[in-house]
Every structure is written in structure tokens, then in C-alpha cells.
């Protein structure tokens, strides 16, 4: 059974960073594609960045240069490091991890406030 749990969560400043990190469980994700969406209240969830392999990652407009996905496949793990946070980036992150079949894996979400 896969399962995801994700950490690094937490209440920061603007202009702040965080690291989230995402780990996985019950499979073998080498091939998998890992993912970061965030879903703020009132919103629906939206893509904020994937990682397809280890060398190819894709971004949301609104964190490209800020924000950086990376995966560390030995671990099972994928990692959100998010710079110069802003207000609008207040969300529950959840991470992704999407089987070679398309079938998605999710983790339970974890909080990222970002206020002074």
C-alpha cells in the first residue's frame, strides 16, 4: 500500500523560505512522476511544480524562479524548496506521486502560512 507523508509546513515571514519534503512508502517511484500542489481556502487546487525524473521538473508560472522541486529517488523522496514567499502563497501543500498507469498518490497536505 502507498503511502506519502509530507513535512516542513510551518508559519514564515514574507520574503521567508520553507523546505517541504514528501516521502513515500509501498512502492518503487524511481519511474513514478512527483508533483507539489497547493489549494489555498475558497480555491481549487492548482499544479505547482513536478518532477517527471530526477533531471526534468516543470513549474506554475506564479513560483518559477522562487520555488524549486527536486526528488532523491534512493529515499523515495521529493522536496519543495520555496524562497521569497509571499502572502499568496498561504496554502495547504499536498505532494503527488503519479504511477507510469496514471494513478495518483497523495499525501495528507500540510499547512504553509506566510504572514508578518
Known amino acids: 500500500q502507498v503511502q506519502l507523508v509530507e513535512s516542513g509546513g510551518g508559519l514564515v515571514q514574507p520574503g521567508g523560505s520553507l523546505r517541504l519534503s514528501c516521502a513515500g512508502s509501498?512502492?518503487?517511484?524511481?519511474?513514478?512522476?512527483m508533483g507539489w500542489y497547493r489549494q489555498a481556502p475558497g480555491k481549487q487546487r492548482e499544479l505547482v511544480a513536478t518532477?517527471?525524473?530526477?533531471?526534468?521538473?516543470n513549474y506554475s508560472d506564479s513560483v518559477k524562479g522562487r520555488f524549486t522541486i527536486s526528488r532523491d529517488n534512493a529515499k523515495n523522496t521529493v522536496y519543495l524548496q520555496m524562497n521569497s514567499l509571499k502572502p499568496e502563497d498561504t496554502a495547504v501543500y499536498y505532494c503527488?506521486?503519479?504511477?507510469?498507469?496514471?494513478?495518483?498518490?497523495w499525501g495528507q497536505g500540510t499547512q504553509v502560512t506566510v504572514s508578518s
Open positions: 509501498g512502492g518503487f517511484f524511481s519511474l513514478y512522476t
Open positions: 518532477s517527471p525524473s530526477r533531471t526534468t521538473t
Open positions: 503527488d506521486f503519479m504511477s507510469p498507469g496514471g494513478n495518483h498518490y
